[in-house]
């Protein structure tokens, strides 16, 4: 064999010398990992200010999801709002109708929780057959990060909420307002008033300087830049939960206040952006599983489309509504594979197939797709979207 | 018990963010506003993304039609075919819309941009007058078209338990391929190489237009903040800086300075050809007098737009698209 000159002759970077510190006061990734960004489809929306985003979850291993590559969606765009010019309103059916400064936010007792985020349209354009060629675009309308805020619960009872109020209507500060309505029992269970994201502030596209995290429950309901909490006795019927985000089955009938986001789970690599480019021998295959309804006990996966299952490891215990990885270490022969994955959470749900839930809701559901995802991977190592029978 | 934080909401406070509207009308002001108003309010505030009869331009949502499509493979979900409230209705328009330029309309003018809303779905006849007090009277096509979420009992029920390991199917074949369809966005991959292309040009281009460059440098540099504020409202239609692309209207990268109709790519209208073919230039004073009122300027302009009535408005935005250059 020959000698790699790698080794055996000296690089510039082992004689000379690299950048001083500050040489990035806020770091970015270095310049070989220019494609590992967020992606968006033009043709799903009319325009970038009301459209969505996705992470490249491809290209992404552990649970953590950096804010900069965290998917964004927005509906009158990201705004600017100033951590001085913040104010949060709670009134309605409390006792004391309040308003809050951030730094009255800050004084309160916080909380440190990691938690999963999904669109409720994440997979949404594969309901008639596979159609995005990439886990990102597949799947990638999900992030995953570790909160800090202060429990809903706190300042409701901070204005002394009337117990016969059922309800809270939450509302962000940009012009989409993108209000929601939330029973009251989920309100005081574990809604968070985050400021932070992985230790730091919000970024401005997930809601700076205030969010609303709704653990488990479909993306929409995390409203941003929230300014406003109403204890009401009904549910407001606003846009965003009845003619969107709102699940049209095969008779026309549509389904409403579908919150949680059910198990499920993918293969992120190897996947279409992510082929196999090492030849057979030992392989990775790595993915996410997660629940909107607990923790995630087991994840499965096949290689052959579904016949055989073998059980994956998962690097570490599933978390209540958290991202879990798994691994599944294998010797791949060099054969074609088709690649599926399986999740089950703590409730004893078994993620479903595309057939399974397409019987009992057609295909016009748009949201909330949890199916089992495929991945074709052929011999010489990349892979496509494909469905299977 | 509590904390001592915070302070009272005052109710002046109170009701200048508590708006949202309920099924039963609750939380409407007074007010009304009838179907022929609302068309005229219509084609001046929405028209340019919904269109002129609510049908939706490009890929902006149709406001109207799909009546009996729901159960149809591609259903078309407007407010006369999907929405189960009226209310929601009102209080989307009168909050979020129009895109760009929220929360500018009086309650009598979203009174009677959604009566032309139900007249466009041929829910009401075009005398039809929407007030708080008509309000009930109104019930949408599909008001009984929602149930609440039963996957708990049609789904869940059925998908627990110990899955299958082995044999769990005979035999497995593709069925359908996504790269058949193409409609992936590319990677990017082999973006750097297009990129650099791109760049030479845009250099050569800041060389040769010196001029414009001292112009930029002798601009008011709170005008063309305050110019830049009032594009918020040309941002649903208008992309400006890197990357723009045409939308809705032309990229408006260097337009003042510019022979109108000249960004290339846009379809433009004959109105704004026939302006253009008599010589029309777009500089501060031209510009200013069409977004000042552009019907009145440009009859059969496609730009729907009411116009910014401010002096100040519009020296600010001609100031800020003069500092975009090129």
């Known amino acids: ?389 | 018990d509590t904390f001592g934080l915070g302070r009272t909401a005052l109710p002046e406070e109170i009701a200048a963010w508590d708006k949202d509207v309920r099924p039963d009308g609750t939380g409407l002001p007074d007010g009304s506003g009838d179907v022929l108003t609302g068309e005229e309010v219509f084609a001046d505030q929405c028209a340019v993304c919904h269109g002129d009869f609510a049908e939706g331009v490009d890929n902006w949502p149709k406001l109207a039609g799909g009546a009996g499509t729901l159960a149809d493979e591609d259903p078309l979900k407007t407010v006369g075919s999907y929405w189960p409230y009226l209310s929601t209705a009102w209080d989307y328009v009168n909050r979020s819309m129009p895109f760009g330029n929220a929360q500018t309309l009086d309650a009598d003018e979203v009174y009677a941009i959604v009566a032309y809303i139900l007249y466009s779905n041929d829910l009401v006849d075009e005398d039809f007058v929407l007030s708080n007090e008509t309000f009930a009277d109104v019930e949408l096509p599909n008001h009984d078209g929602f149930i609440l979420d039963n996957r708990l009992e049609t789904e869940h029920s059925k998908w627990v338990g110990e899955p299958c390991m082995e044999n769990c199917k005979e035999d497995v074949k593709v069925t359908m391929r996504a790269m058949v369809l193409d409609v992936t966005p590319d990677e990017g991959k082999d973006e750097p190489a297009p990129a650099m292309v791109e760049d030479a040009p845009v250099v050569e281009e800041t060389k040769v237009e010196e001029a414009p460059v001292e112009e930029v440098v002798a601009l008011d540099p709170e005008l063309v903040a305050a110019g830049a504020k009032v594009f918020k409202k040309c941002k649903a239609c208008h992309q400006v800086g890197d990357g723009a692309k045409n939308k809705t209207g032309p990229v408006l990268n260097g337009i003042i300075g510019q022979a109108a109709g000249a960004v290339e790519g846009f379809k433009y209208s004959k109105a704004l050809k026939a302006k253009a073919e008599g010589g029309l230039v777009w500089t501060d004073e031209t510009l200013a007098e069409f977004l000042r009122k552009p019907k009145a300027f440009m009859k059969g302009t496609k730009m729907s737009f009411a116009g910014l009535k401010k002096e100040k408005d519009l020296a600010a935005i001609t100031a800020y698209l003069t500092s975009l250059g090129n």
């Open chain 1, 1 to 389: 064999a020959t000698p790699d000159p790698l080794i055996t002759e000296v690089q510039p970077w082992a004689s000379g010398l690299g950048d001083g510190v500050d040489a990035s006061p806020y770091g970015l990734p270095i310049q070989y990992e220019g494609d590992v960004v967020r992606r968006n489809v033009e043709w799903l929306t009319a325009d970038t200010i009301s459209s969505i985003n996705f992470t490249p979850i491809h290209a992404l291993d552990g649970t953590i999801t950096p804010q900069g590559c965290a998917f964004e969606r927005h509906h009158s765009g990201a705004i600017d709002l100033k951590k001085d010019d913040y104010r949060l309103m709670i009134n309605g059916m409390v006792d004391r109708p309040l308003v809050f400064s951030y730094a009255d936010l800050e004084r309160f007792p916080r909380e440190n929780h990691v938690y999963f985020c999904e669109c409720a349209a994440n997979t949404g354009m594969e309901w008639a057959g596979a159609q995005l060629n990439g886990a990102q675009f597949t799947h990638g309308m999900i992030h995953n990060m570790e909160y800090t805020g202060v429990p809903l619960r706190t300042l409701l009872e901070e204005a002394g909420y009337d117990t016969a109020g059922k309800w809270v209507y939450v509302e962000g500060a940009d012009a989409s307002s993108n209000g929601r309505s939330i029973p009251m029992e989920k309100a005081l269970d574990d809604v968070l008033i985050a400021f932070k994201a992985n230790g730091e502030a919000l970024r401005k596209e997930h809601g700076y300087p205030v969010r609303l995290v709704v653990p488990g429950w479909e993306g929409n309901m995390w409203v941003k830049w929230i300014r406003r909490i109403e204890v009401t006795d009904a549910p407001v019927e606003s846009r965003e939960e009845t003619s969107k985000y709102t699940d049209v089955l095969e008779n026309g009938i549509a389904r409403k206040w579908t919150w949680e986001m059910d198990a499920k789970s993918v293969v992120t690599s190897p996947s279409p952006q992510a082929p196999i480019t090492h030849g057979k021998g030992p392989l990775v295959i790595t993915g996410l599983a997660w629940s909107g309804r607990g923790a995630i006990k087991r994840v499965d996966v096949s290689k052959d489309g579904g016949k055989t299952w073998e059980t994956a490891r998962l690097a570490k215990p599933g978390e209540k509504m958290a991202l879990t990885r798994f691994y599944l270490d294998t010797n791949w022969d060099g054969d074609e594979m088709m690649l599926q994955s399986r999740a089950m959470d703590d409730t004893g749900y078994v993620q479903p197939t595309k057939t399974q839930l397409r019987e009992v809701r057609g295909l016009n559901s748009i949201y909330h797709n949890n199916c089992i995802q495929t991945w074709l991977v052929r011999a010489n190592g990349e892979a496509e979207n494909v469905e299977v029978s």
